[in-house]
């Protein structure tokens, strides 16, 4: 079956970094496109960035644009998602997400299977 198990969450303030790992295992990673988002209490789930199966092109929320970096290891069935200069605002639960296409889009609607989530949380 598939699984998608993220790693990496904690606390940190304002201005730190962190990186987010998911491990894929269940599917033919390198034809997924796989996504990040998030969800804070009392808001809907959101796009954060994707990838597509290959590693070329990535797509990013103008929120974290220019602050986030996503990348894969194909090898690794892996995506990291790197966060520099994190804020507040960034404080939610973090979701992988896989699609059985290699395209990446930013609704929830079109990815098949989701990871557990991890906490990230920003202190001010």
């Known amino acids: 079956q598939v699984q998608l198990v993220e790693s990496g969450g904690g606390l940190v303030q304002a201005g730190a970094s962190m990186r987010l790992s998911c491990a894929a295992s269940?599917?033919?990673?390198?034809?997924?496109?796989m996504g990040w988002f998030r969800q804070a209490p009392g808001k809907e789930r959101e796009f954060v960035a994707g990838?597509?199966?290959?590693?070329?092109?990535?797509l990013y929320a103008d929120s974290v644009k220019g602050r986030f970096t996503l990348s894969r290891d194909n090898a690794k069935n892996t995506v990291y998602l790197r966060m520099n200069s994190l804020k507040p605002e960034d404080t939610a639960v973090y979701y992988c997400?896989?699609?059985?296409?290699?395209?990446?889009?930013?609704?929830?609607?079109?990815?098949?299977?989701w990871g557990q989530g991890t906490q990230v949380t920003v202190s001010s």
């Open positions: 990838i597509v199966g290959s590693g070329r092109s990535t």
């Open positions: 269940g599917l033919t990673f390198s034809r997924c496109g």
């Open positions: 997400a896989a699609r059985l296409n290699p395209g990446v889009l930013r609704s929830t609607n079109y990815y098949d299977y």
